[in-house]
């Protein structure tokens, strides 16, 4: 589902912040990938998501060589991806039905997809009695799960959670963690992007672990070993 090979990403001659990085995630999969902060996890998140080009190396992520991708077809490949941020970027003056609803209007999808899918993918979140809400109604925890409604509305093959849970506190954490795995479970690959020890810990899934640009440690049922 995700195969990378010696892919190294530079900003200009000083910065090297991917260096030589090799990894392959199967369909199904639930991986955590971590490291301390700028040891190259976002960089990596970036490329994954075409939204920049590695400096050499090749990634394949669902089928699609990003190293070759036009850019037409970016906007094809990231419906097959679904992100969530730390920053969840939920848009203010709309409802909760039409946040998500957005994420497939932008994609010319029909109206009646668009009331089909909406409905389903707040009630995988647990909040279908929420649609009519705004989001300075809602908790931060139910905020990030908009946010996770909203990256499963082309029902993605790859979900990239990064740093889901950085602003929530342990009960809505544990809820976001669920939701994860809940989605896993529907046969979605999950990337759970995290500097949370005790997140990662509690999973024992595998676990990739980023330092320095480099991959240092992979482990099938892991922790976290920084």
């Not at 971590?34 to 990634?59: N, R």
Request: with cysteine; net charge positive.
């Amino acid at each position: 589902m995700i195969n990378l090979k010696n892919v190294n990403k530079c900003y200009g001659q000083k910065i090297h912040a991917l260096k030589d990085v090799s990894l392959s995630i199967a369909p199904r999969e639930f991986v955590s990938l971590v490291g301390q902060s700028g040891t190259g996890k976002s960089t990596l998140v970036k490329l994954l998501i075409a939204e920049e080009s590695p400096t050499s190396g090749t990634i394949v992520v669902g089928g699609w060589d990003i190293t070759r991708i036009r850019r037409i077809e970016v906007p094809m490949l990231r419906r097959q991806i679904g992100v969530v941020f730390q920053d969840i970027k939920l848009l203010e003056r709309k409802k909760v039905g039409e946040n998500v609803a957005f994420a497939l209007q932008v994609s010319g999808a029909p109206r009646s997809r668009i009331t089909s899918i909406v409905p389903k993918v707040l009630k995988i979140v647990g909040l279908e009695d929420k649609i009519e809400r705004y989001p300075r109604q809602l908790s931060g925890g139910e905020q990030q799960r908009v946010a996770l409604a909203r990256s499963l509305v082309h029902l993605p093959k790859v979900l990239i959670a990064d740093e889901p849970t950085g602003h929530l506190d342990a009960p809505n954490t544990r809820e976001i963690i669920e939701l994860l795995l809940r989605i896993n479970d529907f046969g979605t690959t999950v990337l759970l992007v995290t500097h949370d020890r005790e997140v990662v810990n509690n999973l024992r899934k595998r676990v990739i672990t980023l330092d320095n640009g480099m991959v240092i440690g992979d482990q099938k049922v892991g922790t976290y070993i920084l």
